[in-house]
């Protein structure tokens, strides 16, 4: 397996709160990574750390064998996309202006845009099913539309690597299946893919590598069809379960067997 993003014995916290303490991974290059986990584990904090948005107090986050604390911001952005969980849109701003910043890192100050820009922004609007919005204020959007307008925002930027923090939340069902569709597409494709999910049944039917964690730390990761079984759900979500082939892919399907007080 070979991997261009790695950590290395991470410590991270915020203030007094330890998060984790000698994290180290390494994230497969063109696969699909799904990082799955209760509520506060370290998911989200994990992937702020990979993309430098969270200094880690001890160990090393790399990118190409390169500590990413030592890229200029353009060149890190040029390789690495992220969609936080909770992006904040200026005021007035409208769709296809916000899908365009995607195109910031592959800018100078000679050419401020090009026809390639404007074939990105229009495809990446299209691929997250945006394009009929294009003119919109984002701020009269509903929340699964704004969540599809900045997926379309990091798909512009046409990055290797997606990082994507909970990028089916505000989404119908129909869309988070869309969504999951077109990243295992992006697999497909070559890029390579880290999203925290919470429906551990779509990270398994999607993804082709699965990061289990629980209070900070990495239980296992692996295949999903190699890891998922009932121990590893009661040991990460504290949840009884039975795990059965799911009908459609045949992967682990999570069937819980807790039936409530």
């Known amino acids: ?3 261009r993003l790695t950590a290395r014995d991470l ?15 390494d994230v497969p290059d063109g696969r699909f990574t799904a990082v799955v986990g209760p509520n506060a584990c370290g998911k989200s904090t994990l992937l702020r ?22 890229y200029p911001p353009k060149q890190l952005a040029k390789q690495l996309g992220f969609l936080p969980q909770d992006p904040l849109a200026p005021d007035d701003i409208k769709v296809r202006q916000l899908v365009g910043r995607g195109r910031f890192p592959h800018q100078s100050l000679l050419a401020l ?6 074939e990105a922004v229009t495809t990446a609007m299209a691929a997250a099913g945006v394009a009929d919005l294009a003119d919109r204020p984002v701020r009269e959007l509903s929340g699964g539309q704004r969540q599809r307008v900045w ?3 990091v798909l512009a930027q046409q990055t290797p690597c997606l990082l994507l923090d909970e990028p089916t939340s505000f989404l119908d069902i129909t869309h988070q299946y869309q969504l999951l569709g077109l990243l295992a597409r992006l697999r497909d494709e070559g890029r390579t893919v880290i999203a925290v999910l919470h ?7 999607f993804a082709d590598h699965l990061i ?15 890891i998922v079984d009932a121990a590893l759900i009661k040991d990460v979500f504290d949840l009884p379960s039975v795990i059965v082939p799911d009908p459609v892919t045949d992967t682990p399907m999570v069937v819980p067997t807790l039936q409530g007080e």
């Not at 007094?16 to 000698?22: E, K, N």
């Not at 429906?199 to 039917?205: H, L």
């Open 199 to 205: 429906d551990i049944n779509q990270a398994c039917r």
């Open 49 to 70: 750390a990979l993309v430098r948005l969270l200094k880690p107090e001890s160990g090393r986050v790399e990118f190409d064998d390169r500590e990413v604390g030592s």
């Open 113 to 118: 845009w090009s026809p390639h820009d404007e």
């Open 151 to 153: 997926m379309a925002m």
């Open 212 to 226: 289990a964690m629980r209070d900070g730390r990495v239980v296992a990761e692996g295949d999903p069809t190699d």
């Open 1 to 3: 397996m070979t991997a």
């Open 11 to 25: 410590t991270l916290r915020y203030g007094d709160r330890v998060v984790s303490t000698r994290l180290s991974l």
